[in-house]
């Protein structure tokens, strides 16, 4: 059930650290919500930020939950349940950060609970809202095979879980999101190079309408690259993220131009910069205003999670072996 009391929203970011710090900017400018409190268990930290968005301070999160219709949950991914459930229970509708939970199996009791409890629950996979992936609707029409690539500079943050868990499920759920078939067959290989999980993953997904995918992931490379390629019966699209540019290749019919070439069309699409993180949280606060499904549901966070994990245990063995 809603607690709300007045014209406004009232929400909290659970978890201010660089990520958390974003969301709870993004949250203070909705015009929607009114943002009661940050909350952070290193005390310097939450004033610090509590100042810059003029809103309380809170050290420990049960102090803030009576008083918030929604949250905003940013912290490390292994207390993600147990600070989602006790959210829930308070009657809090929830944006999770990415990825869900630690297992399958706590993902799968957080929709039970957010479900029984009439409750918004949307996942934090940001590329969903990147305008070149928004843009592919009504241009996907049954993927055959896609190709991804998703590298990265080292940093520090995030070296608490493979890179599958921290770069490559962005992809995973963009890639369950196109193809609406069950994964069929993992194959995935994978080494640590900067840290003790593994840095450089490749896996090999095949789904069971006959779609293969091929997706790399890496937080140890020297430049950034994120882009995606697309093949399908009538078009070969090429999507760059970074960029957010997207080339869109199809055979036109009639005669060719040139005998024994295919005539081929190309469209190019540009988009501007636009603010995926704000699009998410504005996004959130529309399913909890209107009571609609989240762009990214729980479901989605488990799903992607749950070929995340298969793609893990993978990499581990061909590891180890």
Not at 255 to 262: A, E, K, S
Request: glycine content about 6%.
């Amino acid at each position: 059930m809603n607690k709300k009391l007045s014209n406004k929203l009232r929400a909290a970011v659970i978890g201010v650290g660089y990520l958390g710090h974003f969301h709870a900017q993004k949250i203070q400018s909705n015009p929607d919500v009114d943002l009661v409190g940050v909350v952070d268990v290193d005390s310097a930290r939450a004033i610090e930020i509590a100042t810059e968005v003029n809103t309380q301070a809170f050290t420990d999160y049960h102090d803030v939950l009576p008083l918030v219709d929604l949250v905003s949950i940013v912290v490390p991914t292994q207390y993600h349940f147990a600070v989602a459930r006790d959210c829930f229970n308070a009657g809090c509708h929830v944006l999770l950060e990415k990825p869900v939970t630690q297992t399958v199996a706590e993902a799968e009791e957080l929709i039970r609970l957010a479900e029984s409890k009439g409750l918004i629950f949307q996942v934090g996979h940001l590329e969903r809202f990147n305008p070149a992936v928004m843009a592919l609707k009504g241009v996907l029409k049954n993927p055959q095979f896609i190709e991804s690539h998703r590298l990265a500079p080292f940093k520090t943050r995030g070296t608490d879980v493979s890179v599958v868990l921290d770069l490559m499920i962005h992809d995973i759920d963009i890639l369950l999101s196109m193809v609406a078939h069950p994964v069929k067959m993992i194959n995935s290989v994978g080494v640590p190079v900067l840290s003790e999980e593994v840095d450089i993953a490749n896996a090999r997904l095949q789904f069971e309408n006959g779609c293969v995918a091929n997706v790399t992931a890496s937080r140890a490379s020297r430049e950034t690259l994120r882009k995606m390629r697309i093949f399908q019966q009538d078009a070969y699209i090429s999507i760059d993220f970074q960029s957010r540019k997207i080339a869109i290749y199809r055979k036109k019919k009639g005669l060719n131009i040139i005998p024994g070439l295919p005539n081929i069309s190309i469209e190019e699409r540009t988009f501007e910069q636009g603010d995926p993180l704000k699009d998410e949280i504005d996004a959130f606060v529309t399913a909890v205003c209107e009571g609609s499904p989240p762009v990214v549901s729980g479901e989605d966070g488990k799903c992607a999670l749950e070929i995340a994990i298969q793609i893990s245990g993978k990499l581990w063995h061909e590891v180890t072996e």
